[in-house]
Every structure is written in C-alpha cells, then in structure tokens.
C-alpha cells in the first residue's frame, strides 16, 4: 500500500512540475497545482463521528496516506452533530485548507460550506458517503454501495438455507418471518444499501418465501436515524411487542449495519432468542466492526460486509494527489452517483461478504484485526 502511495506521489510530483510549467492547477485555496510543495499544502479531513470504529480507522488511515505523502492534515470529528461538522468545514477553508475530504453526516447540510470551497478554489472529495445538492463536490471515493445491499440480503438467505454461499439454491423452502432494518434518511448510502438488498428480496416477499410480519417494507418504515444502536434496539423490541408475543417465530432481519446488529441482538436476548431451543434469528450487517466480529465468530450474528477502509483511504489519497498536482483523479463509475445536480464522478471499491469460517482469511490475514481482536471482541 505504502508503495503504491509512494509511487503516486512520485508521479504527482511530475505531474505537478508538469502543470506548473504548463501554468494550470485547481488553483486551489492555497497552493494546489501551482507547484507549492506538498508540506506547504493542507488537507482538511471531516469526519461524522468516533462512536463507530470504522470512520476511526476510516480518518487515521487518511491522515497516515497524507502524512506519508508530505501533506499537512486537519482531521476533525463532528460527534454527528450537523452544525458541529459545518463549522468545522469553515474553519478548515478559513484555515486555508488546499484540499478537502469530506464524509458528511448529513449529505444535503453542507451546500453553503461547498460554495465557500469553490469560491476559494478548493477541491471538494466526498468520502464514502455522497454530498447531494451541490454541484461543488469534484470527486467520490466509495464503495459499490448498491452491492452492498445485494450481498446484505444474498447473506441472508444463505443463511436461512434458500440459497447456498455460491449463489445456488439452498435446501429450505421457507417461509420464513423476517424483518427489514435501513440505515440513516439522510445518508444517500442507506437507499443504495436498501435498494441493493430489495432487489434480491422483494420478488421472495411477493411471492411468499419471506414474510414480513409488520408489514413494514418501505426505506422509511425501516430507516435507523444517525444509524444508532439503541435506535434500532427499540425498534426491535416494538416489532416483536407487536408482531411475535404469540410465540411466532422471527427467522430472520436484515440489518444494514453492524451497530443495529448489535441493537437488534440484545433486544432479541432480551426477548429469550439465542438458546439452544430458541436460536437466535440470522442477523446481516456491514463494517467488520470487531464487537460484531466476535459476534460472528461466536455464532450469534450471522454475517456483516468487509469494506477495506485501507483501501478506501488509500484511494482518497490518490485522488487527493491528483488533485493538489493540478490534474483530474481516475474514476471508475460516471454514471451512478448523481447527487441531484450532477453526477459525481466516481472511484468504487469492491466488498466481501464475511461469515464464521472466513474471519481468519478475510480479516485476520489480511491484517485487518488480529485473532486477539477477534477473541476478545475489542480493538487493541
Ligand atoms: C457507511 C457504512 C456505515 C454507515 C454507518 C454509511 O455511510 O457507508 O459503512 O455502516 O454509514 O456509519
């Protein structure tokens, strides 16, 4: 990774020659493209909270690839507080910040702050999440957030055992009892995670293999505000208060993050699911959080989605790159990602689906958690 960093930079450096002669650039706030070395250059990174390990791991990664490139770097968290993340984003541009890398808690919330960058001549790279309504965002850096929804619910039938893991059909021929989680309205990913994961779903629900008991089954009924746990945990308790006191039983929820996960175990615990008799239902999630990794490895979550948040920064950083040497970053997507004035262009990052027996592969030899993490359940 490291190498990869080094040789880009090498190559911007060219490139940055290169277009100082040729007298372009971004002609960014401070110094981009102009030929302003990379320590005279800052790079604001915002990122929506700490609560959650992934955008920890997800802004020291960032930090690291900038650093390791010679770039100064602001990096802030905003606690999920709209008003906090747009402050801090003004006070990084006053601050003369050349580049920003945003990931926004709010995508519509930040268009006056965008208008700012722009007028100063700041790059804009919208991190992970997609900032909408504004045409001042240059570039997306993310991951193939509709098939992230697609393996969610190609996970769960795997694990209810109508599908096997290679895409076949599986013994079981239902029905089943499920019930369906989405992430945060204001978060453009929930309805990609959301429409991925229907579009395997919904022609099981019409034809009756999955039933949704409370009939909840639109992105609104189902969303989880701010994503949070204890959000999802009382949704939970309400869906079996109302749907499940009689003794049926529920089989399984989609849930599109593993901090839900997390909310919908302890209120299915509570309501005496995970016993030999009374197994827990088969629960999806995202992130490799490592409280869910455990999870997993205990047999109490089913499965999550693996997002290499090395790789996505990674990215960031290469696109940053391309940014501050005057140039345009490489998409691999200019269709998708319209934020409702423009299509953004776009850099994707495949996922993996992980379940019990491809922890080791998947996380732990790649050096994403060590298997101390994953026993104990908790980050070193
Ligand atoms: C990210 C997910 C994450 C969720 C909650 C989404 O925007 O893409 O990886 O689980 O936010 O933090």
Not at 77 to 85: C, L, S, V
Not at 199 to 204: D, E, F, G, N
Not at 309 to 326: K, P
Request: with cysteine; net charge negative.
């Amino acid at each position: 990774m490291r190498r990869r960093l080094g040789t880009a930079v090498v190559g911007s450096v060219l490139a940055l020659a290169l277009a100082a002669c040729a007298g372009e650039g971004a002609g960014g706030g401070g110094g981009a493209g102009t030929g302003a070395e990379a320590e005279e250059l800052l790079v604001g990174v915002s990122m929506p909270t700490q609560t959650s390990e992934r955008w920890i791991a997800d802004g020291d990664s960032v930090r690291q690839q900038l650093q390791e490139a010679g770039y100064q770097v602001e990096l802030q968290y905003a606690g999920d507080d709209i008003p906090t993340q747009s402050q801090q984003v003004d006070q990084m541009i006053t601050q003369g910040a050349d580049l920003l890398i945003i990931a926004a808690i709010d995508g519509t919330a930040l268009s006056s702050q965008l208008q700012a960058a722009a007028d100063a001549g700041i790059p804009v790279i919208a991190y992970d999440r997609l900032i909408r309504d504004s045409e001042n965002v240059d570039f997306y850096v993310t991951f193939d957030n509709f098939q992230v929804g697609v393996a969610q619910a190609n996970a769960l039938l795997t694990g209810l055992g109508l599908r096997n893991a290679d895409g076949s059909p599986g013994s079981a021929t239902g029905p089943f009892n499920i019930e369906i989680f989405a992430g945060s309205l204001d978060d453009n990913n929930a309805f990609f995670f959301f429409d991925g994961a229907m579009s395997v779903l919904q022609p099981l629900i019409d034809d009756g293999t999955l039933v949704v008991k409370s009939t909840q089954t639109s992105i609104e009924q189902a969303a989880i505000l701010r994503w949070q746990q204890e959000t999802a945990q009382r949704r939970m308790e309400d869906l079996l208060t109302a749907g499940y006191n009689d003794g049926t039983r529920l089989d399984g929820v989609l849930s599109p993050y593993d901090g839900i996960s997390r909310g919908i175990i302890t209120a299915l615990q509570n309501a005496g699911y995970g016993t030999a008799e009374n197994p827990m239902p088969v629960i999806t999630g995202q992130d490799a959080e490592i409280a869910s990794v455990k999870l997993i490895a205990d047999g109490v979550q089913h499965s999550t989605i693996f997002k290499d948040t090395r790789l996505l920064a990674e990215q960031a950083g290469i696109a940053g790159e391309a940014f501050l040497g005057g140039s345009e970053p490489e998409a691999n997507d200019t269709e998708t990602y319209d934020n409702g004035v423009k299509v953004v262009p776009s850099y994707l990052l495949p996922i993996e689906t992980v379940y019990a027996d491809n922890i080791q592969s998947v996380l732990v030899d790649t050096g994403y958690w060590t298997a101390e993490e994953v026993a104990s359940g908790q980050a070193s």
